[in-house]
């Protein structure tokens, strides 16, 4: 069964065909990235404008890489949530139109479901139940994968999301967007034990907070500038980066033992991460369990992720009709037909 997916919910125009789930026929990523970074972050208008402009061809050339027509493929899935949502309605208003226009399958896919589905594309053996730590630029989950359709949130941040806290931390050391990239970049030039940063206490097993670690590289760097002193830079991309990374390796490995998983996934943009890769790497090896860490390539926002959870979806018989909407958000373990 083949699935085109599009993908419009931030930055990233991206379509994709996938057959099955997790075989990879083709994958096109359009990006406003480097228009983004000269504002230190994404601005929604410009991003949607430019889902306007590129959605078009970059679904054709999909299309075209797989060899194939609209009306090859067996259904047209979409991210309808959560987003940004100027940008989301691009995508879903354009699936919306090609679905109707070929008479193919309109399937709903949940952004968050998607990064998850990145990991069959790199893992086809990989089959749910397992544990999964989904970090993005908005979301920080330790989500307990059901099956392929159903999922439970142990934990989630209660305030900014990982991938939030590293790129507003980047653009507070002056190192540039996208932050994730950037800090670890300066992170191997620097001294991860130079500074002292707190780790935030928070309600709920395996809850994060980030905000109060931002607030803490922020104040030091307002302190040194007041007191005329210089800040290392890569000492303090170094801290933060093994702070956060701790942090997000404890809980999610906490909540492995806890509820006993043999099977840990990490999933999201965050998941391209080194250091928590390696830090995961080391914990799942002493639970005995085994881990599951997606290809780079589709650790970002991409259509593939979207059409192989598509694929699930449609098998669930998850079908939207041409009044489906867009949601700024959605919690991932939503229940019931869109």
Known sequence: MYILGIESSCDETAAAVVKDGHELISNVVSTSVAEQALYGGVVPEIA?????????????????????????VDGVAVTFAPGLIGAVLV??????????AADKPLIPVHHLRGHIAALYLSHPEL?????????????SHIVQVQDHTHYKVL??????AAGEAFDKVARTLGLGYPGGPAISKAAREGDAKAYRLPVP????????????????????????EMKGEAIDVNSMAASFERRIDEILAEKLLLAAQDTGADKICIAGGVAANSLLRCLLNEGAQKL??????????????????I????????????????????????????????
């Open 91 to 100: 995508g879903l208003n354009f699936a919306k139109a090609l679905a109707y």
């Open 288 to 305: 005995g369990a085994k881990l599951y860490m997606p290809e780079l390539r589709f650790c970002g926002d991409n259509g593939a992720m």
């Open 155 to 160: 934990g989630r941040t209660v305030d900014d």
């Open 201 to 224: 206490k928070v309600e709920g097993r395996y809850n994060v907070s980030f905000s109060g670690l931002k607030t803490a590289v922020l104040n030091a760097v307002n302190q040194a």
């Open 307 to 338: 059409a192989a959870q598509g694929y699930y979806e449609l098998l669930d018989h998850n079908i939207g009709g041409l009044d489906l909407n867009g949601l700024a958000t959605l919690p991932i373990d939503y229940n019931g037909q869109i």
């Open 48 to 72: 949607s404008r430019r889902h306007v402009e590129f959605i078009s061809d970059t679904v054709k050339k999909a299309l075209d890489d797989a060899g194939m027509t609209i009306r090859d």
């Open 127 to 139: 089959k749910p139940p397992f544990l999964c730590l989904v970090a993005s630029g908005g979301h």
